[in-house]
């Protein structure tokens, strides 16, 4: 009876689990086929549904496409340094550390996570604009990192607390000082949340959308890959849906390769070559 109840669970979990994907997945292949698709989407919402290339190479040579991928993926994949130093040292600071204000500086971050981003957009545009920073890429670096650092490092904390700190006092005796500590034992012993923040942060910038139309206000070649295929919707495209999907399903490849690389480091152990306990 136990083994049954146990398959029946199994199943439902599984059932669960395919319907899920399926969530996922229609919506994806239903992009890939309008992005091949000749005018699969018209105003009667029926259209020639044959398979072309065509949305791909207006995509290329009618935009500036590979401009706004190229420019997602620098900022993206500086802020994502960024954001694993940041991160990472703050994170240890809290956890090991005690100093004064403590307590109030880790809710103060986390005031910043509650505090609606729509709220900062005047007062943001008024400072960049205040640094000469509007339409350069340097500052979508600098806002990034932070709001993608605030919210990692209340995350990754947590795993932080999780290093027994008799791992430190035992590499202090033998003559290692915090920073070699930091690079040299805690961080390889925290490298799923690492793989985690890596991601995320990534993802986080590269998927932003709000503050890069706000700071980008001239020059196509200068836009990002979210806000150049919005104007593929609204703007001088003038609603061309294929060219937005084929544009779409190319932008995700960067999140699928990454998340590939970093995948394994989810399922490794807390201590992996460290102490047992």
């Known amino acids: 009876m136990r083994k049954k109840k146990i398959r029946f669970r199994n199943i439902g979990i599984h059932a669960i689990l395919i319907f899920l ?3 996922v997945l229609v919506p994806f292949a239903y992009i890939l086929l309008i992005s091949f698709g000749k005018d699969i989407l018209d105003i009667t919402g029926y259209g020639d549904t044959g398979f072309s290339i065509g949305n791909y190479e207006r995509l290329f040579s009618d935009t500036k496409y590979l401009y706004w991928l190229g420019n997602s993926l620098i ?3 500086v802020s994502m340094l960024i954001s694993l130093i940041m991160v990472s040292v703050a994170s240890n600071v809290f ?3 005690k100093f004064a204000g ?3 500086l880790f809710q103060t971050i986390l005031l910043i996570q509650i505090f609606p981003l729509t709220l900062m ?3 943001l545009f008024k400072i960049f604009a205040a640094l000469e920073l509007l339409n350069k890429l340097l500052g979508l670096v600098i806002i990034d990192s932070v709001i993608a650092s605030a919210g990692l490092i209340l995350v990754s904390k947590g795993y932080f607390d999780t290093i027994p700190y008799e791992i430190d ?4 005796i033998d003559g290692a000082n915090r920073f070699q500590i930091l690079v040299h034992i805690t961080l390889p012993l925290v490298k799923p949340i690492l793989g985690i923040v890596a991601i995320q942060s990534f993802v986080l910038t590269y998927n932003e959308y709000a503050i890069a139309s706000m700071l980008i206000t001239s020059g196509a070649e200068k836009m990002t890959v979210a806000v150049g295929l919005q104007s593929l919707i609204y703007g001088q495209f003038q609603q061309n849906w294929g ?6 399903a190319l932008a995700s490849l960067p999140i699928f390769i990454l998340f590939y690389s970093f995948q394994k480091y989810f399922i490794g ?3 992996e070559g460290g102490v047992k306990q």
Do not use: D, H, P, Q
């Open 243 to 248: 060219m937005y999907c084929a544009g779409a």
């Open 121 to 123: 957009l005047v007062s």
């Open 269 to 271: 152990g807390l201590t």
């Open 102 to 104: 403590r307590e109030a």
């Open 21 to 23: 994907a399926l969530i």
């Open 95 to 97: 956890s090991k550390f």
């Open 75 to 77: 900022i993206s994949l």
């Open 169 to 172: 006092e035992a590499a202090m």
